[in-house]
């Protein structure tokens, strides 16, 4: 039988599996919107630590990592430096979060928000604009998907096929198992990308060089300029250093920013549980080790392949490996693909009827409970279609909602610390940091030493925040108390 | 060690790394020698604050800990 046909059989399995996973994690989940959206707050340390690492982790790292390695070398870099960065305030801001959450019945970060600065505008805006940030994403995990499947199975099984497949699957978890599915299936592909990563990342050089040392050498020797930050642009010229610092400044801003992130606080079982992920997820973070080192490998290899992005597949297919090895990177690349979109689309669907429509309507809970699965369904097939017909705009679109999700980051900072904070000055610091963003996105040329629109936007955020707070009327004691004040470990919810 | 003493040293450790990280700081690592591990030290230098951040949160742990009511 041809190869093919053993690799196709090799990712069903591995598909069925999965949705095995997401279906019975259903059956433990309680059918209220808090058990659909938190979970019921009932994740573990060793689910929370594969759901965080999984989540982050996406296809952008599993085959944009290996294509910057191989097309940008040194620039890649900044996806090893920022997450850490990110992630370490959340050792104090998620247990403070997830305190307010079980105290106040919150399940999402804009009703944190909203709960300190109430304003229905505020909360519709945060909506919109998370779910303006949402699609471009999933549809670069989507795309992802379609692409490995395409590649392995020679073309056998096309890129729409293979999308609709893996994402007909995270639907259907999603929809019947909600949080619970997400949580572990998530567990699953997390191991599964970690040991796969670190397997052909240390195969590959040396198979190909005998060797790491030896494979960087002879990188050094031909093209130096791959291995000193901040490394090439995507055309091949020297990057600017304001570039490089600024996006990691942007990510390490924005990663805890994403909704689907800093949801995961109200999906803990205790406090100890999320400081314990902050603690380990560096552990995780290591993980792009390897991924660089595939990326690495492919550059003396010849001829590449068009688009650096398909470096990973390129890479596996040409090097002639047995079948089995294939199916394996195929179901990692899938798990990262699938543990990041299922995450995406379900923290969408909680956003837009909780935060979106939740607050102009009266929703009883099964009706919240099916708008979330319309909106599952909806955004998944806008991204489907997006991710069928797309352009290279599309990384740049990703960079770019990053700028729009690291502008919540001032008002979460200030619902939770600063007591003098107003409603007026966040909603006019969240308007003035976006519309910056947007004028330096559309007008790249104007960019101060390069840096990312995203950063210049906060620039102008944080004052407009702070000058606007300070010139309107402070809030009452007893409220700002309840957000900011002392937390104590085990209070009953009002 | 005061639980402020521990988290002054642990907020100056990520200061640090962002510093190192980023420009200036990263300049000075913006080079091929010496190697470590086999790595080029532009790659082992950023992969060396990620792997020291474990040991740093879990002394803040350990500290944070003993000034605490227990967790439910």
């Known amino acids: ?27 433990r989940a309680t059918s209220s919107v808090a058990g659909f959206v938190a979970a019921d707050r009932s994740f573990g340390l060793l689910v929370m630590y594969f759901i965080t690492g999984a989540t982050v982790f996406s296809s952008f790292a599993f085959l944009g990592g290996p294509g910057w390695t191989y097309g940008r070398g040194a620039a890649a870099f900044y996806i090893l430096s920022y997450g850490v960065l990110g992630m370490a ?3 104090w801001m998620g247990p403070r979060a997830a305190a307010l959450g079980r105290r106040h019945g919150y399940v999402t970060q804009t009703q944190l928000l909203t709960g300190r600065f109430p304003s229905k505008g505020l909360s519709a805006l945060v909506a919109l604009l998370s779910l303006v940030a949402f699609i471009p994403y999933v549809t670069i995990q989507i795309r992802g998907a379609g692409i490995v499947i395409e590649a392995v199975t020679d073309g056998h099984v096309p890129l729409w096929l293979g999308a609709l497949v893996a994402y007909g699957i995270v639907i259907v978890y999603v929809l019947v198992s909600g949080a619970m599915a997400v949580g572990w299936t998530n567990t699953f592909q997390g191991i599964f990308m970690v040991v796969i990563a670190w397997t052909l990342g240390l195969y590959l050089p040396n198979r190909l060089y005998g060797g790491i040392l030896p494979m960087f050498e002879q990188i050094q020797a031909a093209r130096p300029e791959l291995l000193v930050t901040p ?33 995961k606080a109200f999906t803990a079982k205790n406090d100890d549980t999320l400081r314990r992920t902050v603690i380990l997820f560096p552990t995780f973070q290591l993980f792009l080790i390897p991924v660089f080192l595939i990326g690495f490998s492919g550059v003396m290899f010849g001829r590449g392949p068009d688009q650096a992005d398909f470096i990973l597949p390129f890479m596996i297919l040409e090097t002639d490996l047995p079948w089995l090895v294939v199916g394996l990177f195929c179901a990692g690349a899938l798990s990262a693909s699938m543990s990041t979109g299922d995450a995406l689309l ?15 309507k009266l929703l009883t809970e099964a009706t919240q409970r099916l708008l979330m699965r319309l909106v599952v369904v909806a955004v998944g097939a806008i991204a489907y279609f997006a991710a069928l017909d797309a352009e290279s705009s599309l990384v740049q679109l990703l960079a ?11 008002p979460i900072v200030a619902a939770m610390y ?13 308007l003035a940091g976006w519309s910056t963003a947007a004028f330096f996105w559309l007008n790249p040329g104007m960019k101060p030493y390069d840096m990312h629109e995203g950063v210049l936007g906060l620039l102008v955020h944080v004052p407009v ?30 | 060690m005061s639980l402020r003493t521990a988290r002054t040293l642990t907020a100056l450790y990520f200061v640090a790394m962002a510093v190192a990280v980023m420009w200036p700081g990263a300049l000075v690592a913006s080079r091929i020698e010496p190697w470590v591990f086999g790595l080029p030290f532009s790659f082992f230098w950023p992969a060396l604050w990620v792997g020291l951040a474990v040991p740093v949160l879990y002394a803040l742990d350990r500290v944070e800990a003993r000034h605490r009511t227990p967790d439910r």
């Not at chain 1, 300070?470 to 957000?483: C, V, Y």
């Open chain 1, 400 to 410: 770019t909602a990053y700028g729009i999700v690291s502008q919540l980051a001032p």
């Open chain 1, 346 to 360: 379900h923290a969408a669907a909680s956003v837009v009827v909780e935060d979106g429509i939740g607050p102009f």
């Open chain 1, 89 to 91: 305030p959340f050792y």
């Open chain 1, 1 to 27: 039988m041809e190869r093919w046909v053993f690799i196709t059989a090799f990712i069903g399995v591995y598909l069925a599996v999965t949705l095995a996973i997401g279906l019975m994690a259903g059956r």
């Open chain 1, 231 to 263: 490394g090439l642009t995507a055309s091949g010229d020297p990057w600017s250093w304001g570039a490089y610092s600024t996006y990691i400044l942007i990510s390490a801003v924005g990663l805890m920013m994403w909704p689907h992130l800093f949801m």
């Open chain 1, 418 to 430: 600063w007591r003098r904070a107003t409603t007026r000055g966040v909603v006019a610091g969240l």
């Open chain 1, 465 to 494: 925040l702070v000058i606007v707070s300070l010139l309107t009327s402070r809030q009452e004691e007893a409220h700002t108390h309840r957000f900011c004040g002392p937390i104590v470990a085990g209070e009953a919810p009002e």
